[in-house]
């Protein structure tokens, strides 16, 4: 067990409402929303962020990209959307649980 605050959205230890989950990707609303949507898709293993990527995380890294693009498209953000991830201290992170912001108006 660990304090990571996404694991324990993932474990379901604090309640949210899940937008999608798989056995390898957890996807819920962000707190604090920047526009109509504002969604952050992690992965449910803990990796701290981009800098703790290796070769092992080829697909699981691919496959959250592929599935940013489906929830944008079902979130109605066909005209484009933003996708960001903050990395480390000097990248502006604040939550050490790699996460992909989705962000986008309809
Ligand atoms: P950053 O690490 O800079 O990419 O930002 C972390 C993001 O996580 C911020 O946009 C927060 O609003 C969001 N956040 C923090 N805690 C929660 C939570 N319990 N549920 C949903 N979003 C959260
Ligand atoms: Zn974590």
């Known amino acids: 067990m660990n304090d990571c605050i996404f694991c324990k959205l993932v474990r379901k230890e ?19 929303p920047k526009a109509e949507v504002h969604l952050l898709i992690i992965p449910k293993i803990h990796i701290e962020s981009m800098l703790h990527l ?30 960001q991830i903050n990395t480390g201290l000097k990248g502006g992170q604040e939550v050490f649980h790699l996460h992909v912001h989705l962000v986008g108006n309809r």
């Not at 604090?14 to 604090?32: A, G, L, Q, R, S």
Request: proline letters at 2%.
């Open 14 to 32: 604090i309640p949210t409402k899940v937008v999608y989950e798989d056995d390898e990707v957890f996807v819920f609303n962000d707190i604090n």
């Open 54 to 83: 290796s070769e092992h995380h080829h697909s699981l890294m691919g496959k959250i990209m592929v599935l940013t693009n489906k929830l944008a498209l079902e979130h109605g953000l066909h005209g484009g959307y933003k996708t």
